[in-house]
């Protein structure tokens, strides 16, 4: 079925050409995609943390396989890539992804062309484009709040034991009774939570969990996580051979994708099999624990991050929030909460009157005059000058 949202208007931009990297998953590509690369992905409702990491790869265009809106809920993606000035162009179909990684391609506008031949031909997407579907898409929120709420239901049959009583959750050997924890997620504004919250964690030194590539971003900031949580899918091996404590996200029929990869690795872990997403677990584990406070950053917490996400299981997130509402605090947004008013000239100012008060001091007094160098009648001078500028009488002639 093609996209009911295409828009056949001719790209404005100029044709870009380069180098493919091709992946189905968007959160892989990202990781060796180039500036001047063309990114080939397969991903319908493209979501807004995907779009911001490719955005930083800086790529000279997106191609994908799928419509990257495709009518259930008003994603927030394709706007992103766009006002980056980042041509997209969407429902190419799945011979795109037979493109081999480094081969040369141009786009020229909803084309595909490598060697004079057209590969395939989609939509290339406008700003009018994206949001007359963004307008269109709204009227499938109702239907998705039925399914969500449905979700959720099911979660709560299924996890009822986790939840209330908090049966399955492994033994941490990281303490977190009376502390606080800081709960990273690779999300929204992140970098700038992280950056942010610096004065607090100076001060309170929470325990630090990495939720997958969160503890990337931990590391990126500067800082080490205590515990490393997920399926391991977005994680690096530098992350997970840090030292933090690992934890692995399993399914509840035993399967854990991730166990591999860290079993190969050699780190020491642990298995935790539930069926909500990694960031839950994250924050029932310190819950159960004993943690005095829970800081989240860059998690989910409105129902369009929810289905943003483009998993039926983040209706786990919702009564995880409910579980650990007492001691959760969302730090995501306090990057924008305040920001100072004094600017750097301000702060210059007040330096240079500070520094101009000391001086005008030392000159008040005859040590502070043999210190400065200052006497005879030229000193005189140069000190009733500035004596005038704080408004105090002149000082008596020097003998």
């Known amino acids: 079925m093609r996209n ?126 994206v949001d007359e579907a963004m307008q269109a898409a709204k009227a499938g929120l109702a239907l998705q709040l039925e399914a969500f709420a449905a979700n959720t239901m099911e979660y709560m049959k299924a996890e009822r034991d986790l939840l209330l009583n908090g049966v399955g959750m492994p033994d941490i ?5 009376g502390r606080h924890v800081l709960v990273v997620v690779r999300g929204y504004s992140y970098k700038e939570d992280l950056a942010a919250l610096r004065p607090y964690i100076r001060e309170y030194k929470p325990v630090i ?12 900031a500067g800082l080490k996580p205590q515990i490393i949580v997920g399926d391991m899918d977005s994680v690096s091996d530098k992350a997970l051979a840090c030292g933090a404590e690992v934890v692995v996200h399993a ?33 029932l584990m310190a819950d159960e624990a ?29 009564l995880t929030r409910l579980r650990v509402g007492s001691r959760l605090v969302d730090a995501k947004g306090v990057s924008r909460l305040y920001r100072t008013r004094i600017s750097g000239w301000q702060l210059f100012l007040l330096a240079l009157a500070g520094l101009v008060a000391l001086v005008v001091a030392l000159m008040a007094t005859p040590a502070g005059q043999t210190f400065l160098g200052l006497s005879g009648a030229v000193g005189d001078d140069i000190i009733n000058f500035f004596r005038s500028l704080v408004g105090l009488a002149p000082s008596q002639p020097s003998l």
């Open 4 to 129: 009911p949202f295409r828009r056949q208007e001719a790209s404005t931009q100029e044709r870009p050409s380069g180098a493919v990297r091709v992946d189905a998953r968007t959160k892989k590509l990202t990781k060796r995609l180039r500036p001047g690369e063309i990114a080939v992905i397969d991903h319908t409702d493209l979501d807004r943390v995907s779009a911001e990491a490719l955005v930083e790869c800086q790529p000279v265009a997106v191609l994908n396989a799928s419509p990257s809106v495709s009518g259930r809920y008003p994603n927030l993606g394709p706007g992103i890539l766009l006002e980056a000035g980042i041509p997209l162009v969407d429902d190419l179909g799945p011979d795109i992804m037979r493109l081999r990684e480094g081969q040369e391609v141009t786009v020229d506008g909803a084309q595909v062309i490598r060697k004079g031949e057209i590969l395939a031909e989609g939509v290339a997407q406008t700003r009018q484009s």
């Open 209 to 220: 969990i990495g939720v997958d590539g969160g503890a990337d971003a931990v590391l990126e």
């Open 251 to 283: 399914y509840r029929d035993g399967r854990a994708p991730g166990l591999g990869r860290v079993q190969d690795l050699g780190v020491d872990h642990k298995v935790f099999a539930a069926t909500g997403t990694s960031e839950d677990i994250a924050m």
């Open 173 to 177: 050997d990281t303490s977190m009774n």
């Open 290 to 318: 004993g943690a005095e406070l829970i800081v989240a950053v860059g998690t989910h917490a409105t129902l369009l991050e929810f289905l943003d996400k483009g998993r039926a299981g983040m209706s786990s997130t919702f």
